[in-house]
């Protein structure tokens, strides 16, 4: 029986018409010459379908415990059709980067069908160019972004040519398509059971767990960074409703590890910063920018680097955004501090947590609290809450992929906006690229595009403030026009105060700096 962690069925009890849980990556490819959209839709599909076996969620259905007791099941299901699951979408004309950005907010408004397999490939056409693309969906009940990666190159190839596929084992098609009542009501006694069990035995862990807490919360070297603060509510942090916005860039990602280099912080840190100047711009320009600082909800995969299997594993870590701070130098070192005190949160707490929650009842209890917490208007209350916005950064392929013997172009992320956070912000690396997407709530964030365009100017801050240079056009993968055009910016402040900001993640800032500029002048000459 291949029972849901609590984790994986959280965010199925999560779910509801407003706040769908399914994210999703795209991938713009080269089109093979001389071929109509709907015969790539067909090659597309036959490559589907002869690597059915290698994703475990591509002909799994959900089967639910009887009275709610505990997590559902995955069975095999015995009406699956390909037809339901790769679905060919005509971008309006002339397939810009504006239709096809209103194509994947469409798409991802609507919910999947529970009772077919969670997950859809809609093959879009009519891309400038020629070109089309993948908006590859699945229920996050299904996989993490890790995880997802690998799933995304089960249906890629490695080479132009293609990739050669194993032939499916006899166990892909023996699996049950039903589980019995009986079975699934003693799976639930025996999950139920072995939780109770599994708690009292690490009863010694959580005491060494809160005596680590407790020496970090009184440590001032250390401390509990974001995670002790409460983050000043803003427009982003209200309900959601069914409409989304969604925006697309690129980031060149030798430059953003230069900046890491360069500042001894990380790439993650440098995207953190890069997010936290749009936040800045956009919410400065409104007016509604708050005093004190906004806070990041950054997912932490806990995985083995090893381990691809088809679940969550990650938790969730606070990160000041640093947003009260207008030199963005030393917003980034504050950011690389905050983000240094989450991982250590993260690292003592890791020992006791646990993903895979079982109480008796806990399915239905979750789903009635979504549903109240939307219906009630709760979370337009404007009350303080434990971060503003989910900023995600997922390792994607360092090679290039291809597909129907095109080159994929792009690896963009869509993510999900929740009740509370109506905006995500996601990046996946591919290749030399970092490709971002910009996820909202239409009503919140009605003009995702010019978030994007607040986001590339901040990053242009960075680049120009750090490394001395004028930002590079972040390459965009396909043809697709996007507006580089500059906003105005705000004053930089001095670069000799920004270099001293104490802590590890600003030592020597001005030594790296000076040695970079010296680089690129003995090159230049």
């Keep these: 029986m291949y029972k849901l962690a609590g984790l994986d069925a959280a965010f199925l009890y999560s779910e509801t018409e407003r706040s769908p849980q399914h994210i999703a990556s795209i991938q713009v490819v080269e089109a093979p010459d001389g071929q109509s959209p709907a015969e790539l839709v067909a090659r597309f599909k036959a490559t589907v379908a002869e690597r059915l076996h290698l994703v475990p969620y591509f002909t799994n259905r959900l089967q639910f ?21 790769v679905i060919e979408y005509p971008v309006a004309a002339p397939g810009g980067r504006a239709e096809f950005e209103s194509a994947i907010a469409s798409l991802h408004a609507t919910r ?13 056409t009519g891309l400038e160019g020629g070109r089309i693309a993948f908006y590859n969906r699945v229920h996050h009940a299904c996989l993490d972004g890790v995880s997802g990666q690998a799933a995304v190159q089960a249906v890629l190839d490695a080479a132009r040519e293609g990739s050669p596929v194993a032939a499916p084992g006899a166990e892909f098609t ?48 250390k401390g509990l960074g974001a995670a002790a603060e409460l983050a000043p509510p803003t427009r982003f942090n209200r309900s959601v409703l069914n409409a989304r916005s969604y925006a697309t860039g690129e980031l060149p990602l030798a430059e953003v590890k230069a900046i890491g280099k360069v500042t001894g912080t990380t790439l993650n840190d440098v995207f953190l910063a890069t997010c936290s100047g749009a936040l800045r711009r956009y919410l400065g320009r409104l007016g509604e920018l708050p005093a004190s600082s906004l806070i990041a909800g950054c997912p932490v995969s806990l995985r083995r680097p090893e381990d691809k299997s088809p679940n969550n594993q990650v938790t969730m870590m606070q990160v000041s955004f640093a ?46 609290a979504a549903r109240f917490a939307e219906g009630s208007g709760l979370v337009d209350a404007q009350l303080a809450v434990p971060f503003n916005m989910v900023v995600s950064n997922v390792p994607g392929p360092r090679d290039p992929m291809y597909s129907l013997g095109g080159r994929v172009l792009t690896h963009y992320p869509v993510s999900i906006p929740a009740h509370g956070q109506a905006v995500n912000v996601t990046v996946q690396s591919y290749h030399d690229q970092m490709f971002f997407g910009v996820t909202g709530c239409a009503r919140a964030l009605p003009d995702a595009q010019r978030f994007r365009d607040d986001m590339l100017a901040a990053y242009a801050e960075l680049v120009e403030g750090i490394l001395g240079l004028a930002a590079s056009s972040a390459a965009v993968g396909s043809a697709l026009p996007i507006s580089l055009a500059r906003r105005e910016r705000a004053p930089l402040g001095s670069r000799a105060e920004a270099t001293q900001v104490p802590g590890a993640a600003g030592a020597g800032l001005a030594d790296r700096r000076g040695g970079a500029a010296v680089a690129r002048n003995a090159e230049a000459a």
């Design 65 to 85: 415990t009887p009275f709610n007791l505990d997590h559902p099941v995955w069975v095999r299901d015995p009406d699956f059709d390909l037809d339901n699951h």
């Design 112 to 124: 999947l069908d529970r009772s077919r397999p969670l997950w859809q490939i809609w093959v879009l």
């Design 174 to 221: 023996s699996r049950p398509c039903a589980e019995s009542v009986g079975n699934l009501l003693l799976g639930a006694i025996q999950n139920l059971t072995r939780y109770q069990v599994r708690q009292a035995t690490r009863l010694l862990e959580h005491v060494d767990t809160g005596v680590r807490l407790l020496q970090r919360s009184i440590d001032p070297g």
């Design 323 to 368: 947003t009260d701070e207008a030199d963005p130098v030393k917003r980034l070192l504050k950011i690389a501090r905050s983000s240094a005190q989450g991982k250590g949160l993260v690292a003592d707490l890791a020992s006791s947590y646990d993903a895979d929650v079982a109480l008796p009842g806990l399915p239905g209890l979750a789903s009635g």
